[in-house]
């Protein structure tokens, strides 16, 4: 059985270079504010698989793997939406590597996957959380949601540039 873990010592596994060790572990996800609107995760807690490489000059190579989803909103319609991710993300820590070979999230053999996989999730989140990829939303008038009637529409109001036209009376008794 995994368990609850924030923090991971991978000092504790005692890889030598080459070897690499494959752990499954589970963390919880804070909310996602988006918007005005709040995502909870779901499962709670997250399950992920961590694989750990040692490399060679005391660095390591990471690979983080979960599922996840969110529920909360559409920002369409508002209805509630609860779509699902695949993450596979990889990290690197070679000490002498230049910054580009630093992981942020290893500090002191620590490794904080607590915040790994909430930044790895946050990476995954597309720019809209929807319902359904075709979500038509609202309609901008009436608020009407346009999923439950799809052929909902407003008449179009008069061109403007013919408002003047409106004032014109026409109904006008003429003696010639």
């Known amino acids: 059985m995994a368990s609850l873990s924030d923090e991971y010592d991978i000092g504790r596994l005692r890889l030598t270079s080459g070897e690499s060790r494959s752990v499954e572990l589970f963390t919880g996800v804070d ?62 820590d070679q000490p002498g590597g230049g910054e580009e070979l630093t992981s942020p999230y290893l500090a002191d053999g620590i490794l904080d996957v607590h915040s790994w996989v909430r930044e790895a999730l946050s990476l995954a989140l597309p720019s809209q959380v929807l319902c359904r990829p075709a979500c038509a939303g609202l309609c901008t008038q009436c608020g009407v949601n346009l999923n439950a009637d799809p052929e909902h529409a407003h008449p179009a109001p008069p061109d403007p540039r013919w408002a003047k036209l409106s004032e014109l009376d026409l109904n006008v008794d003429r003696d010639d």
């Open 31 to 92: 909310l996602f504010e988006l918007g005005a609107d709040r995502y909870e995760v779901a499962p709670d807690p997250v399950g992920f698989r961590l694989d750990i490489d040692r490399t060679t000059g005391y660095g390591y190579a990471f690979r983080l793997r979960f599922s996840a989803a969110l529920h909360g909103p559409c920002m369409r319609c508002l209805e509630p939406a609860e779509p699902s991710f695949e993450v596979d993300i990889r990290e690197i």
